[in-house]
Structure formats: structure tokens, C-alpha cells
């Protein structure tokens, strides 16, 4: 038993308490909300804005929260849960915890250290980091700070393909474990926020360190981004997305990369099916947070017809909406392999760098750890469908 993970609840519990006998309260807020407020007030209304706004009316963010309280845990009792084997395989890795840190862009706005920060604590923990394409540091600077910890490189699939497999083949070169495809950008929303405070990172050249140093990319330009950067940020522009995309354009991404190939932003069961029959590796249930269409269905809806759809022929994670630990044993009773964190690990990093993202990870990951022992499971492979019910639909 003495290879089993850290037991985070207790331990992160009488931490705190503690500290509480020193006069010494939580460096940051524990709760969900009142971190969001406080990163607030120390980010830039328009850095906040593009972290926390969604497309449209919001609509869709609001559903992600909404669907995880239509969902009801059933605890379970007299089950020896005295010790918690929280650990998941995915492909050939075994991680600490079903959670894995989301692809989140434009970390520069937030803190000078950005991705590093962030790869360095979840390190620490040895929870997985998903490198966005649009990451304010190159994806080599962010493998070097990561040292052996397990790290996946979303990709963002433009127009160029030379610069599309030029990324492929440097994330398989520094180390990378598997890519992300994300599927749901093929345009971006209709951002409300960002639009009223005409505010757009990209075009003020935040979050494109791994377009600017990318071979291919500068091979394009007419003159290197250090000497005309503007140039170089409307060329981005003008690939980044790729609407015209198609199931038969996954071909490509196979020829150039030999890594499990995971494709983000799966909602439809049919589109899970066609995720098998193309050889995908892997899905992430996601609608991106919210970010990208406005009255889309809550990915925790999604997720056990998705699940049902794939019958376990690959894995399927899950994204949009994971607050706290409780969230991550609903989403693993309706068949998620893992789940992904998003925002509330930027609101760590706004507000304490390194160390804040770490405080953030380990108070998610001792809520999981009670959460998942009081609900009677000392293991995250006993948590099936049996460990919830859904709430009735009020009349």
C-alpha cells in the first residue's frame, strides 16, 4: 500500500488548521467564487474579461454549472476507504489523480511567468498539463520547466499546414506525450466582453511565442517577427483557424505525428462514433468552457451519450465546468477517465504565481480526496454510474 498517491484531504485539511493556530489563514480563498472575485481584483479588466467571459449571453457556462447540481452523489457507507487509490492510466502514463490541467492561451496576461508558473506547480504534483497552442511561452521553454512531468501539447489547426506539422513535429521533439486537437475554434465567437472592451491579445502579440519561434511560421513572413511584428501578428491572423476543415483532413495529423491523437470538443454521439472510426485515440467532452457557442448543451450532459456512443473502445476525458471535487465524482460516475481544470487554476496563478496554482491544485485535489472517500469509494475505479442519481426535473 505504501505506493499509493499523497491522501490530500486529510492531510491538506490539519495543514490549514494548523496554520489557523498560528493566526495564519488560507494564502488564497478557498472557495470557487470568492477566488474568481479576488483574482479580479488584481488582473486588468480586460485580462479578466478574456478569462472569464464566454461567447454570447454567457449562456453556456452558466449550463456547464447548472448540470453538475441536476446530478446527486449517493454515499455509501461501512466501505474501508481508510486509504484512496486515486490514481488513472491513460495510454501508457499513470497520473496522481483523474485531473489534468486545461489548454488555456495568453497566460501572459495574467502573470509574466505564465505557462511556466503553471507547468512548474502542476509538476509538483505531478497533475498533467495540456500546453495551448496560443501559450505566451514556447512549448520547448515549458518542456524544460516541466522536466520528467507528463505534458500534452494542444494544437490549434490553422490554415498552413507546414506550420501545423512543423508544431507536431516539435512537440514530439521535446517531449510531449500526446496531442490535442481542438475542434469547436474553426472560427471564433462572438465574445461580448472582449468586443465591448475591444480587446484581442493576439493583436497586441501576447500568446504567440510558439507561432513566432516556429520555423515554418517565420518562413512565411517577408521579414522575422523581432523586426516587423505586426506583420508577423496579421499572418496569424489570417491562419489561425480553418473552417474548411473536414473528418478526412485527420489523415494529415496521423502522417505527421506519431503520437495518441486525442480530439477536443466532441458534444454529438455521432461525432464520438466518427472519433472511433477515424482512429482517434482519444475525446474531450467539451464545449471550451462555454467560450465558443452561445446556448450550447452542458458538456456534463453530453457526456454519458458520448461515453455510450464510444462503448470504451478509447478513452473519453471531460472539460467545461469542473469547480471542485465533487464535480470530479459526478463526472467520473457518468464515465469520464479524467477530468480537465480550467479557469480556477488562472485565478491561482493571478493571484501567487508558482505557488498560487499549486494552492489552487492541492485544495481541488484534497476536496477530491474526501469527497471520494465519504461518498464510499477508496478507489476512483470503483465510481460507475451507481454512485449518482439525477435529480428530478421540477414541476
Given amino acids: 500500500m505504501s505506493d499509493l498517491p499523497p491522501q490530500y484531504g486529510m492531510e491538506r485539511q490539519f495543514q490549514i488548521y494548523m496554520g489557523g493556530m498560528q493566526g495564519q489563514k488560507p494564502a488564497l480563498p478557498i472557495d470557487a467564487g470568492a477566488l474568481e472575485a ?28 447548472d448540470a453538475f447540481t441536476r446530478w446527486r452523489i449517493i454515499p455509501r457507507m461501512l466501505r474501508n476507504v481508510g486509504r484512496r487509490d486515486s490514481r488513472v ?26 505557462e511556466v508558473a503553471v507547468v512548474r506547480a502542476a509538476a509538483e504534483l505531478n497533475v498533467p498539463m495540456i500546453l495551448s497552442t496560443a501559450s505566451s511561452k514556447t512549448m520547448e521553454e515549458v518542456a524544460a520547466a516541466a522536466g520528467s512531468a507528463p505534458l500534452w501539447y494542444q494544437l490549434y489547426w490553422g490554415r498552413n499546414p507546414d506550420v501545423t506539422a512543423s508544431m507536431l513535429r516539435r512537440a514530439e521533439a521535446a517531449g510531449y506525450r500526446a496531442i490535442v486537437v481542438t475542434l469547436d475554434t474553426a472560427l471564433l465567437s462572438w465574445r461580448e466582453r472582449d468586443l465591448q472592451n475591444a480587446y484581442l491579445p493576439f493583436l497586441l502579440g501576447e500568446g504567440l511565442a510558439n507561432y513566432f519561434s516556429d520555423p515554418a511560421f517565420r518562413a512565411a513572413l517577408p521579414q522575422p517577427p523581432e523586426e516587423n511584428p505586426m506583420a508577423a501578428i496579421q499572418y496569424f491572423v489570417s491562419i489561425f483557424s480553418n473552417p474548411t476543415l473536414t473528418w478526412d483532413d485527420l489523415a494529415f495529423l496521423r502522417q505527421h ?40 448543451e452542458a458538456s456534463l450532459e453530453a457526456l454519458p451519450r458520448v461515453v455510450a456512443a464510444v462503448n470504451g473502445a478509447i478513452p473519453v476525458l471531460f472539460d467545461s465546468g469542473i469547480r471542485r471535487g465533487a464535480d470530479i465524482v459526478k463526472a467520473l460516475a457518468l464515465g469520464a477517465r479524467a ?19 499549486r494552492e489552487v491544485l492541492l485544495n481541488v485535489l484534497a476536496d477530491f480526496d474526501l469527497t471520494l472517500a465519504l461518498s464510499g469509494y477508496a478507489s476512483v475505479t470503483e465510481v460507475t454510474g451507481s454512485a449518482i442519481t439525477r435529480e428530478p426535473a421540477h414541476r
Fill in 257 to 296: 505525428t506519431k503520437l495518441p491523437i486525442i480530439l477536443k470538443g466532441i458534444l454529438h454521439y455521432d461525432d464520438a462514433r466518427q472519433a472511433v472510426e477515424r482512429g482517434a485515440d482519444g475525446i474531450i467532452v467539451s464545449n471550451h468552457g462555454g467560450r465558443q457557442v452561445d446556448g450550447a
Fill in 339 to 357: 477530468v480537465l481544470l480550467g479557469r480556477p487554476y488562472i485565478w491561482g496563478l493571478a493571484l501567487n504565481g508558482q505557488a498560487g496554482v
Fill in 38 to 65: 479576488a483574482a479580479r481584483q488584481v488582473m486588468s479588466a480586460e485580462a479578466y474579461d478574456y478569462v472569464a467571459g464566454s461567447a454570447g449571453g454567457e449562456d453556456t457556462m452558466r449550463a456547464n454549472r
Fill in 89 to 114: 492510466q491513460i495510454f501508457t502514463d499513470t497520473f496522481t489523480a483523474p485531473l489534468m490541467l486545461a489548454p488555456i492561451g495568453v497566460q501572459s496576461i495574467v502573470h509574466p511567468e505564465a
